[in-house]
């Protein structure tokens, strides 16, 4: 359930206290003890005009923090709910709110500039609050890409079928074979006097074979340019929870997400709080945490219409100007549209892969099967 929740009459996101505050304020009221009661004239006033982060949806609920009955101390934050149940229709089936979620849950996409725990999330709400100073964008400006990303999520959508045990099987092959078109594959039958040389390598002999066996789907790999290495297992994951169920086609912003990586960069390079913390030869590399800084420079990107010269005309005006910064600026959530793009994008070609079934054996076994025939054939012993 979300903890903030954007007011369409007010242009702003607002959490249940700031919420509740204003409300007081607004009517001129006493503002409300921790066991009070909201008035229905509020709770109407907060159906009608809050709105999910995520999906959109009017129909918004508050629910007070859960507070120890020994000592008073919250023990649950508060957060909007979104219920069907009278004016409410519930989030959209595709919103990242949607189903058993836990209060406070802040989706993987999602970003709350509001809360710094580290160098990068510092230096960018610091950034993202001078830029809404400045007026460079506005809280609706940031609502706006949600709900764009939001459109672009429902328009494009493609249905998980791989198979979760296929990225792990690849990721080995890969590994275990030889890179298709990288080296000239054997292509002669190995007699019992060649198995039986002193020096005889079997498992290089049995790495080729394994690439013989299935060059043709080494082939599909380097031509499709396919490397699973380092998301082989988070593909996996995301098979499985996925599988037969409808999600987001990212290929359908893969300019936009080429254009964030290397602005983001730009703002890494340019910008001293974040420069210090990169590298120099890959300054997103060295960045523990990338999503704040992804969502910023999407942010700045799109409000640009996704001009990189008007973006960083932008960038310059926030960094050049030295006004003292209003850290409450920064209490919005925004949208790193890119989150597991890479992983995503992969899966979707993995399941244009042709003609792959995965064995029952794992990759090694195949070799050690392979090596112990051949070792048979030429009389050796077992090397098991």
Known sequence: MPITAFSSSRGMELDVDQLLSRLSEETAQSELGKSQAIPEAWKTHIASD????????????????????TDGQVVRQAYFRFAKSGAGTG???????????????????LVMFSTAKDGVSRAVRELVCKGIALQVFEQRDIRAMREWFFQQKLESQFVVTLDPQLPGWLDSLRHQGYWYSRRPLQGFALSNAVLRMPNFDFKAAARSELSL???????????????????????????SDYQGKSVFDPTTLSEHYDLTQTFAEFICINHAPLARLGKTYSPLAGLKNTKYLLAFAALLLFVSDWQPTAAADKFAKIVSNNMP?????????GLNPFHDFESWETLKLLQGLTDIEVPAVTVKQEQEAWIEDARRRAGLQSIL
Request: hydrophobic letters at 35%; glycine letters at 8%.
């Open 91 to 109: 989030h959209h089936p595709f919103c990242d709110f949607a189903g058993n979620v836990p209060a406070g849950h802040i989706p993987e996409n």
């Open 325 to 333: 910064v209003d850290q409450t600026l920064g209490n919005v959530m």
């Open 213 to 239: 066996r299935y060059q043709p789907i080494l082939k599909q790999l380097f031509e499709k340019k396919i490397f699973l290495h380092g998301v082989a297992s988070r593909i996996e994951k995301m098979a």
């Open 50 to 69: 809050l709105e999910c982060p995520s999906c959109f949806q009017y129909g918004a609920e508050v629910v007070r923090a859960g507070r120890s009955k």
